[in-house]
């Protein structure tokens, strides 16, 4: 078991658009597509903004869009809003020797500038 | 509205024993999955374990297997998840998250988190 990779750090301005990478193997990440996305603002319990690559939870916005190509998956914010300004985590499910578990990336802070 | 509100954490020597528990409201519990998932100060997350509806599927993280124990009471309304964790290390120490599955099955992702539990590993 091993840590996804994220950036650790990436920003932009209000009204852009950003993309967060999160690389795994082809054990992880290019296996399975159950890879989610959570958003955690200091001092605050996570939040699921995507779950199977690609869709939202019921009440998130739709200015978060999630994709997935070979290894890695990928977050989009559209639309930069100062409240977007947290971390954000990738998690992928993996399976291996009668064991299943998941796996995080090592988070990305995202400076809203 | 969904309620997870953990319990049992605490400052706890290193090589002993802690009890986890989630109590959980307001959802069908023996409908859902359930995890653990913590946080060391200032770190990221790590998923610790999982478990499915009704028990037949558990998973637990590297770092931990063998050391900790997954269990759920879905009998009696009891509605709780339980971690035991023996043998607690120094790297243990952190706020431990009860989370709900999004269905019954520990592949679907962590969709309601409680407020969290901390626990401290220190002689």
């Known amino acids: 078991q091993s840590a996804l990779t994220q950036p650790a750090s990436v920003s932009g301005s209000p009204g852009q658009s950003i993309t967060i990478s999160c690389s795994g193997t082809s054990s992880d990440v290019g296996s399975y597509y159950l890879v989610s996305w959570y958003q955690q603002h200091p001092g605050k319990t996570p939040k699921l903004i995507i779950y199977?690559?690609?869709k939202r939870p019921s009440g998130v916005s739709n200015r978060f869009s999630g994709s997935k190509s070979g290894n890695t998956a990928s977050l989009t914010i559209s639309g930069l809003q100062a409240e977007d300004e947290a971390d954000y985590y990738c998690?992928?499910?993996?399976?291996?020797?009668?064991?299943?578990?998941?796996?995080f990336g090592g988070g990305t802070k995202l400076t809203v500038l | 509205e969904v309620q997870l509100v953990e319990s049992g954490g605490g400052l706890v020597q290193p090589g002993r024993s802690l009890r986890l528990s989630c109590a959980a409201s307001e959802f069908t519990f023996d409908d859902y999955a359930m995890h653990w998932v913590r946080q060391a100060p200032g770190k990221g997350l790590e998923w610790v374990s999982g478990i499915s509806w009704n028990s037949g599927s558990i998973g637990y993280a590297d770092s931990v297997k063998g050391r900790f124990a997954i269990s759920r009471d879905n009998a009696n309304a009891k509605n709780s998840l339980f971690l035991q964790m023996n043998s607690l290390r120094p790297e243990d120490t952190a706020l431990y998250y009860c989370?709900?599955?999004?269905?019954?099955?520990?592949?679907?992702?962590?969709?309601?988190w409680g407020q969290g539990t901390m626990v401290t590993v220190s002689s």
């Open positions: 998690c992928s499910y993996a399976y291996t020797s009668n064991n299943f578990f998941w796996e």
């Open positions: 199977e690559g690609s």
């Open positions: 989370a709900k599955g999004l269905s019954s099955s520990t592949v679907d992702a962590f969709h309601i």
